[in-house]
């Protein structure tokens, strides 16, 4: 394989390699994945700026997502981030209860903050993932991130979009995570709705 010869992901699979005058022949489209010898990883069309000029396309600074983080990874560092703030709220709770002598105090106190469990994780969430971090402590961790569907940080507004309608999942007794399961960018419903990606960070 030459440098100047392309393998092009066709139905999935690698084929080629094919010189740049065979490119327009196969009717290539901008979110095609080529790769060079010279490139560590495989592209889109789009991302490479000699086959913009050579097939018209509208040439992309930003790399364009392409690995994206599987149900496991995201379930994983939802709970990863439900135990970080578990363990807070009973380091609180303990100083708390502490200064409480009655025993159903203590209960009362135990009960009524755990609903605040939840809200603070979506609050995190809404904060972290509109960050430059892009996702929260378990997202972080595991090498994954929120974006939009091109691939950009989000804005505040659209994290606070998407953090909200999580509620969508849960009145749907979960069957809006499973979407993630059919769609090929592993999108949740409130990803769907939001318009956001949670993707792995690319090799290049």
Known sequence: MLEDEYLVVIGGKPQGPFFKDQLKDLKISPDTF?????????KEAREVAELCDLMGFKHSAIPAPQYYAGIDSRL????????????????????????????????????????????TKIIIGV????????????????????????????????????????IVPVLTLGIGYFTGFFNRRQQCLHDIMAGTLVIKDRLV
């Open 34 to 42: 080529v790769k060079t010898r010279g490139m560590a990883d495989y």
């Open 76 to 119: 994983l560092a939802v709970a990863i981030d439900y135990i970080l703030v578990l363990f807070v709220y009973v380091l609180v709770l303990i100083v708390m209860v502490s200064f409480v002598e009655s025993q159903y105090l203590r209960v009362a106190f135990s009960l009524t903050g755990i609903p605040l469990i939840p809200v």
């Open 127 to 166: 904060f972290m993932e509109a960050s430059e971090r892009q996702g929260t402590f378990g997202k972080s961790w595991l090498g994954i991130k929120v974006t939009d569907e091109q691939g950009n940080r989000i804005s505040f507004s659209r994290s606070l979009l998407r953090n909200f309608l999580k």
